[in-house]
C-alpha cells in the first residue's frame, strides 16, 4: 500500500506559476513511476506529467513546454511546476504512482495509487 498526498493547489491569475508537491509513503519510492493528472468540471480525467525511476519524464500534449516534473527520493517527493498557466488549466489535480514495469505509463488504470487531489484555479 501506497500513500499519497498532495499539495500546493491554489488560485492564480493567467501567465502565473505555482507549484505542486506529492509525497508518496513507502522505501521503494525512487523506483516507483509517479504520475499526475488533472480532472475539470464535466471532463475526463486527463494525464499532465509522469516520471520514472531514470528520471525519465514524459508530458501531454497540452502543457509540454510549460510544466516540468521532478523528483527528490531523498524526500519521497515529486513536483510539478506549472509555468505560464492557462483558464483552461483549472482543475483538480492528481499525484498517483505505480509500478517500475510500466513504460511511460498515460492512462489512469495504469497507476495503482491515487492522492485526493488538490484544486488549482487559474484566474482570467
Known amino acids: 500500500q501506497v500513500h499519497v498526498v498532495e499539495s500546493g493547489g491554489g488560485l492564480v491569475q493567467a501567465g502565473g506559476s505555482l507549484r505542486l508537491s506529492c509525497a508518496a509513503s513507502?522505501?521503494?519510492?525512487?523506483?516507483?513511476?509517479m504520475g499526475w493528472f488533472r480532472q475539470a468540471p464535466g471532463k475526463e480525467r486527463e494525464f499532465v506529467a509522469g516520471i520514472m525511476w531514470s528520471d525519465s519524464t514524459f508530458y501531454g500534449d497540452s502543457v509540454k513546454g510549460r510544466f516540468t516534473i521532478s523528483r527528490d527520493n531523498t524526500k519521497n517527493t515529486v513536483y510539478l511546476q506549472m509555468n505560464s498557466l492557462r483558464p483552461e488549466d483549472t482543475a483538480v489535480y492528481y499525484c498517483a504512482s505505480t509500478s517500475p514495469e510500466r513504460v511511460g505509463p498515460r492512462t489512469a488504470n495504469e497507476y495503482n495509487y491515487w492522492g485526493q487531489g488538490t484544486q488549482v484555479t487559474v484566474s482570467s
Open positions: 513507502g522505501r521503494l519510492f525512487s523506483s516507483y513511476t
